[in-house]
């Protein structure tokens, strides 16, 4: 099988991208207090033999905390802010922000925004979808397809911009 040069592109991105992600995700899991855990120990091992010795500390960031909003629980200390709902917070193009978002990047803007590039995961056909991803001129890939992304530009003290 003959390999031309695209191929052989994307198949080294593919690769190189997996490298980095494993490496990534070793780090994280390694990093300290990373990993939740319910039993204190003094070295941050989870070793049974190092439980109960000196002052200790948890691995982890400590029990959720009920959200009175029931949105998201977090462990104390941490706080969220939400930025876009769907069917509520208007997009540019003046249509509502898509549901299911599933994964968002951020990407340094203009005058120390940041904008936030949110993926929707919306199955099937446009119609069956109330607020689908709008069709932007000259950017859309499958105008047949409800999901996709929508980008929101975030202000320095964490407000969105209006359009």
Known sequence: MALNRRDFARRSAGAGAGLVLTGAVGALATAPEALAADEPDAYGTGREEDR????????????????????LALPEGFAYRVLTRSGVTRLESGEFTPSNHDGTAAFAGPRGTTYL?????????????????PLTEGLVYDPAAAGGCTVVEVHRDGTVAEW
Do not use: C, I, M
Request: aromatic share 6%; charged share 20%.
């Open 117 to 133: 590039v949110n993926n929707h995961e919306l199955k099937g056909p446009r119609s069956r979808w109330t607020h689908p991803v």
């Open 52 to 71: 109960g010795k000196g002052h200790g500390h948890r691995l982890g960031y400590g029990p959720l905390v009920a959200d009175p909003d029931g949105l």
